[in-house]
DNA sequence: TCCATTTTTTAACAAATGTAAAAGGATGCT
DNA sequence: AGCATCCTTTTACATTTGTTAAAAAATGGA
């Protein structure tokens, strides 16, 4: 688990003391595409590292479902709310394709947070990074039309334009499917 | 110094000893409206905590500047890209008021993470409360119309909205100010 | 108070996006 | 292969939002 994990970007800048505090508790999964992993209504106890396969995040609305992020290898995953603050959470956690993951018990990973600073600091980069990343797309949402967001996402994620669904990349871009197509029909 | 820090919210999670060594790193700071504390195109060597006034971030576009965050009294403040990748941002911060800060270099800020398995935990919970606070904002731009998050904002937030220009929640609300003035309108 | 400046509202029109329904494609299962 | 299901595109129309410009209202200083 040692090796495999030293093999995973994210854990990289760790050192070799921490990376073995983390395989103690760090299990290898697999679930079949399809599989809901992570349920808005409960409390999600764990902790999961994509090693291969894509997942999706989606919340449930009225009359929509809104994705609204996207996971692919390498990638965490988790139910915000339940790592951060122990409730049910909003989002949906679905995986695309057959998934193989490092799941990690949340209560573990917080006690490695509390006796570990070098973890502690690397969970705060963590989150720090997504909020970032998470912010630019806020922004972007306001500065750029549909169909220069749509020219981003293929620039950036080619991979996921072939692997995922266009309903499902509509709605993670803000847009309905049908100005997705007009969008790509260069409308 | 300590006592003050002891009356911030965000503080109060500290141990005596962790505010202690906060204390030492801390100064109190008084800037005027209209003071552009945060530039885009430099590196913000410092963290601020604002004790009172109000201020916002935003981004500059071609032809629009677009507000995506208001800092009230308790809230952290700080160039998320020089915090984050030491690098220059894409936000500006202007004090929409007279503010009272607590100011802290991000040099000490950084130490005391790598030194304080309790303050980089503090700094994790952080990043991880304005991340979730993000995505929500990301999702309800896709679930929900302007004049429903408009009244979000008046609800939740009654007493920017009377110290705010309507221009400035326009563009935090992802709408132009003509949108806001017709929803305000009633039509 | 008066004036200049900024902010907010209103109006008319244009553009973008949404909705609903239908048709065409693709996919997967038996 | 054939069938059912799901995904994607297209069309027609409705609605929302943006753009530009002007007027009204509010603000701040001399």
């Excluded at 070799?16 to 299990?27: G, N």
């Excluded at 996402?153 to 334009?161: D, E, K, M, R």
Aim: glycine share 6%; aromatic share 12%; net charge neutral.
């Amino acid at each position: 688990m040692y090796q495999q994990l030293k093999n995973i970007e994210i854990f990289k800048s760790l050192s070799d003391d921490s990376l073995h505090e983390f395989a103690k508790h760090a299990q290898d999964i697999n679930y079949p595409k399809g599989t809901i992993l992570i349920r808005a209504d409960r409390v999600e106890p764990h902790f999961y590292v994509l090693q291969s396969g894509i997942a999706r995040a989606y919340s449930d609305g009225e009359n929509q479902q809104i994705t609204f992020w996207f996971g692919e290898s390498g990638n965490v995953l988790f139910s915000f709310n339940s790592y951060i603050n122990n409730k049910p959470g909003y989002e949906n956690i679905e995986l695309l394709e057959d998934c193989r993951l490092i799941q990690i018990k949340l209560a573990d990973l917080f006690s490695l947070y509390n006796g570990n600073t070098e973890i502690a600091n690397w969970g705060r980069k963590m989150a720090e990074q997504e909020l970032i990343a998470t912010e630019r797309r806020l922004i972007d949402r306001s500065f750029k039309g549909a169909a220069e967001r749509y020219q981003e996402f293929v620039n950036q994620s080619p991979a996921l334009l072939k692997r995922v669904a266009l309903k499902h990349i509509a709605s993670y871009l803000g847009v309905t499917q049908v100005t997705l197509s007009r969008i790509r029909a260069g409308k």
